[in-house]
């Protein structure tokens, strides 16, 4: 397994989570790393990503409530969820994109 995530789960609409996803030191300095979602009947979107100098982006609908970082000496990326809504419950991937690796997904929940 290239990419390792976890930290999903269910949570009450409000609350927060916080996704990690952990690579190779290879995979890790190489790549942008981004976190992705899947939501029932929906296609797979992008919610941020963060380049290898630390320089993050994100979708419009995460903006002011995500937050992504990486720790360069932990080889992981995080993604800090707050003030989740209902509609944010997917399943999550994380992505090394240069070499286009994915991890397994973990499922977020957020309950109404």
């Known amino acids: 397994v290239q990419l390792q995530a976890s930290g999903g789960g269910l949570v009450q609409a409000g609350g927060s989570l916080r996704l990690s996803c952990a690579a190779s030191?290879?995979?890790?300095?190489?790549?942008?790393m981004g976190w992705y979602r899947r939501a029932p009947g929906k296609q797979r979107e992008l919610v941020a990503t963060?380049?290898?100098?630390?320089?993050?982006n994100y979708a419009d609908s995460v903006k002011g409530r995500f937050t992504i970082s990486r720790d360069n000496a932990k080889n992981t990326v995080y993604l800090q969820m707050n003030s989740l809504k209902p509609e944010d419950t997917a399943v999550y991937y994380c992505?090394?994109?240069?070499?286009?690796?994915w991890g397994q997904g973990t499922q977020v929940t957020v309950s109404s």
């Open positions: 963060i380049t290898i100098r630390g320089s993050p």
């Open positions: 992505n090394a994109d240069r070499n286009n690796f």
């Open positions: 030191a290879r995979i890790f300095s190489l790549n942008t």
